[in-house]
């Protein structure tokens, strides 16, 4: 999930504002290295569609990259996480916490460390379950998605990580679609694979469903 050099910690938290509706999850969705791309948008808005609150904060200032070197680079120079908190502190603290790939940093470290987490969707990344706390927070559900070939997902260590954080837990949930793609579920990107977008945004709706039941 994370190119070399990249991060993959950092500190901040915020306050909870206002509540979420309890009928729909409230969804705050990162994006990936290269920025807040159509296709982040597109799933934001897929999302939507099924009646979700779902908050995408651009954070790069409205900067989009095509070279993944090029976009590590900006998230490290711009703070990515620490943004990610930030933004976070503005919204309420019952959310459901997603990301895409380098996204999935702070929508995992939220869903540990920040109190009254829904839930996390981690789409082609995986951080260990101690990774910013000493274990997984209980009763936080979770949904890991990735390409079985994916280098980044696989020879990362991502995908050990996904297997060994929903290891004997029956609300936590490794999905993985065969392939070398690495950003598969973003509709416009070269790596987008249509089946395996459907198949994953079908089972991502089912469990915003879930914990809001």
Do not use: I
């Not at 976070?88 to 109190?115: C, H, N, W």
């Not at 990344?125 to 910013?132: E, K, S």
């Not at 579920?185 to 915003?208: K, T």
């Amino acid at each position: 999930m994370l190119p070399p050099g990249t991060a993959r910690s950092a500190g901040g938290a915020g306050r909870a504002r206002r509540p979420v509706d309890d009928d729909m999850a409230g969804v705050l969705l990162f994006h990936h290295s290269l920025g807040l791309t159509e296709g982040v948008r597109a799933f934001a808005d897929g999302l939507r569609r099924a009646g979700h609150t779902v908050h995408v904060p651009d954070l790069y200032g409205g900067r989009t990259f095509e070279d993944l070197a090029e976009g590590v680079a900006r998230s490290s120079r711009t703070g990515f996480v620490e943004r990610a908190a930030r933004t976070a502190g503005e919204l309420p603290e019952d959310l459901v916490y997603a990301g895409f790939s380098l996204g999935v940093m702070p929508a995992q470290k939220l869903a540990q460390t920040r109190p009254g987490a829904r839930g996390a969707l981690l789409l082609s990344g995986c951080l260990p379950a101690d990774a910013f706390a000493e274990e997984w927070p209980e009763g936080v559900p979770v949904q890991v998605h990735g390409m079985d070939a994916d280098p980044y997902f696989t020879d990362d260590g991502d995908l050990a990580a996904a297997r060994g954080l929903v290891a004997g837990a029956a609300d936590r949930e490794l999905f993985l679609y065969p392939g070398s793609a690495h950003l598969f579920a973003e509709r416009g990107a070269p790596s987008y694979v249509p089946e395996a977008a459907a198949l994953c945004a079908e089972r991502v709706l089912s469990f915003l469903e879930g914990v809001t039941a």
